[in-house]
């Protein structure tokens, strides 16, 4: 009974208890900041539109280009590298496709100092690439592959590039 007593006994609050007190207050919410920080600069889409508005009201139109240039049939495999970009493109049957012109978009998730556009050459084995240095991190690419003036393949790919150049699945 004494044990039970002297647990609920109530003892004095001294200054080592309001210390405690203050730094696991202030350690929660520091922790708690450091985190949402952490996630905020990580995984933060990098979708911004200039006009909303505008966006808003070409959407439909992009949205049936976009489904016609998909049923086209065209896919291509992106190959980023520490000095370049390399894309096998192939037609709707599994073959090397030949374009008139190819062009990466590139661009960062979140600022605009790096983004670029990258002219992609057909190479003898039929890969295209284009030379460039590709620095570590996320990118958006945005590919455009072009034939007898009209656009038969338009895709965005956001991919990681790793501090040695070779790509995150």
């Not at 996630?39 to 070409?58: C, I, K, M, R």
């Not at 065209?74 to 190819?102: C, H, N, R, W």
């Not at 958006?140 to 656009?151: C, P, R, Y």
Request: hydrophobic share 45%.
């Amino acid at each position: 009974m004494s044990l039970i007593r002297s647990i609920f006994q109530p003892t004095e609050f001294t200054g080592k208890h309001m210390l405690f007190t203050m730094v696991a207050f202030f350690g929660v919410i520091i922790t708690v900041n450091l985190v949402m920080a952490r996630f905020a600069l990580t995984t933060w889409s990098g979708l911004v539109v200039p006009n909303t508005y505008v966006a808003s009201q070409e959407f439909n139109a992009k949205a049936e280009e976009y489904r016609a240039i998909a049923a086209l049939g065209y896919q291509a495999k992106l190959t980023p590298s520490a000095d370049g970009l390399a894309i096998d493109f192939i037609d709707s049957e599994g073959k090397p496709a030949v374009v008139d012109s190819m062009t990466a978009e590139l661009r960062r998730p979140v600022g605009e100092h790096q983004d670029r556009v990258m002219v992609l050459e057909r190479g003898t084995d039929g890969v295209y690439r284009a030379p460039g240095e590709l620095r570590e991190g996320e990118w958006i690419a945005t590919v455009t592959a072009t034939l007898d003036g009209e656009t038969i393949y338009k895709r965005g790919r956001r991919f990681h590039v790793r501090a040695d150049g070779s790509m995150q699945p």
